[in-house]
């Protein structure tokens, strides 16, 4: 009886352990994106991607969006530099559209999965 007690208590303890896993995989995290403009160049915009993960900073595309009504079209894309800086030029356009940077959410090759963010809006 009590071998088949110990192999129960085992089995259990490995089911708890990859509900474990399981659960601690698919949390995301955190992963927050900054965006400004220059003031000196009115053309040029600069942010930068944060989390406490490298995986989740270095190499992160970065989307500028142009809100409008209906689905906001991408202005440009970028890569976060390993230190999780990126610049991009705009050309300034008629309308004054409010602009903003987006990360989506992504897994990373070693399976961290990194949360997505999306910036204030800048009239620029």
Do not use: W
């Given at each position: 009886?009590?071998?088949?007690?110990?192999?129960?208590?085992?089995?259990?303890?490995?089911?708890?352990?990859?509900?474990?896993?399981?659960?601690?995989?698919?949390?995301?995290?955190?992963?927050?994106?900054?965006?400004?403009?220059?003031?000196?160049?009115?053309?040029?915009?600069?942010?930068?991607?944060?989390?406490?993960?490298?995986?989740?900073?270095?190499?992160?595309?970065?989307?500028?969006?142009?809100?409008?009504?209906?689905?906001?079209?991408?202005?440009?894309?970028?890569?976060?530099?390993?230190?999780?800086?990126?610049?991009?030029?705009?050309?300034?356009?008629?309308?004054?559209?409010?602009?903003?940077?987006?990360?989506q959410g992504i897994t990373a090759p070693n399976?961290?999965?990194?949360?997505?963010?999306?910036?204030?809006?800048?009239?620029?």
């Amino acid at each position: 009886m009590r071998v088949r007690d110990l192999k129960i208590g085992v089995g259990l303890a490995a089911v708890a352990l990859a509900a474990l896993m399981v659960g601690t995989a698919l949390a995301a995290v955190p992963s927050t994106v900054k965006f400004k403009q220059a003031k000196r160049n009115e053309a040029r915009f600069y942010g930068k991607v944060k989390s406490p993960a490298g995986e989740c900073v270095i190499g992160r595309k970065v989307k500028i969006r142009r809100s409008v009504k209906g689905r906001d079209p991408v202005v440009t894309k970028t890569f976060a530099s390993e230190s999780g800086k990126y610049v991009v030029i705009i050309p300034m356009q008629s309308g004054g559209r409010k602009l903003y940077a987006q990360i989506q959410g992504i897994t990373a090759p070693n399976g961290v999965v990194c949360g997505g963010d999306r910036s204030p809006k800048l009239r620029p």
